[in-house]
């Protein structure tokens, strides 16, 4: 096997540096930059069929944040915008013969998260949203030889396969006493782009889905007796897919995520 490196010598550093401003006794604002950076391990080196191997650049990401934290009465808000620039992001490309890794172009990611947390004394309550915009800033995949493959399309702008744009998540407690407690998570995430659908020209996506679980817990002494049910509403869904690699085909493959499903744990500390 003959090995490749397109640089002899790569140089890694990382930063971060924040500012945090207290207005008052219950609200905090924090601005954030950070540099980080994450080298290629040997999974992303593999090339199904290929003779060499060609070493990836490092993946570097620049961080920027904007944070609000506040609270009123017994309710926890925090509100945060960020955007995240990354150069030569390693991302399995799957337009090219023989499939691998390699670094894509620039990429961005710009958005909001809202978090939400009051208790009770009986009830409590979790909320959390998050607005994410995944876009390439620029740039072109070759793609693969002999036309079987999308080839030279054109990045600019096209939406990041497998990123929900919509992610909410609410989780609900009910403490009834006597170490016995009920809680129930409900999770929504919105449609994506399969994956190798980056020219995000394919027929169909991965739809939005809606889950909830409900878990049962009563507390004994050293014992912890725990009954739950998975996806209650029993929902037929998937949360990765992937186009056909061949020009023009309209095939497909998805990966199933299981319906409704039930267990029962009991746990002893010691």
């Known amino acids: 096997m003959v090995v490749r490196r397109k640089r002899s010598i790569f140089k890694f550093d990382a930063s971060e540096i924040g500012l945090s401003y207290r207005s008052s006794s219950s ?5 954030n930059t950070s540099k980080s950076y994450r080298t290629s391990n040997i999974d992303d080196l593999d090339r199904a069929g ?3 191997i060609t070493f990836l650049r490092p993946q570097v990401s620049y961080t920027h944040q904007v944070g609000l934290k506040t609270e009123v009465s017994s309710t926890k808000l925090s509100f945060s ?50 607005y ?32 929900s744009r919509h992610k909410f998540n609410l989780v609900g407690g009910l403490n009834l006493g006597d170490g016995f407690r ?23 996506n991965i739809p939005s889905y809606y889950l909830l679980d409900v878990k049962a817990t009563k507390t004994f002494g050293r014992f912890e007796l725990t009954a739950a049910v998975n996806n209650l509403l029993d929902r037929e869904y998937f949360t990765y897919g992937v186009r056909s690699q061949t020009v023009g085909s309209q095939s497909y493959n998805v990966y199933p995520m299981p319906t409704r499903s039930a267990y029962v744990t009991l746990k002893c500390t010691f």
């Open 27 to 31: 609200t905090e604002i924090e601005i």
């Open 50 to 52: 290929q003779s060499s």
């Open 81 to 130: 915008l960020f955007q995240i620039d990354t150069e030569d992001e390693i991302r399995l490309d799957n337009l090219t013969s023989g499939v691998g890794n390699t670094n894509y172009p620039r990429t961005k990611r710009r958005g909001l998260e809202i978090k939400s947390n009051w208790a009770g004394r009986y009830v409590s309550l979790k909320a959390n949203y998050s």
């Open 132 to 163: 994410t915009q995944a876009k390439f800033s620029t740039g072109f995949l070759t793609g693969g030889a002999y036309g079987l493959y999308l080839s030279n399309v054109d990045l600019t702008q096209k939406t990041i396969p497998l990123v």
């Open 182 to 204: 009920i809680d129930a998570t409900s999770s929504y995430f919105s449609s994506q782009f399969l994956d190798n659908d980056e020219s995000n020209s394919f027929v169909t």
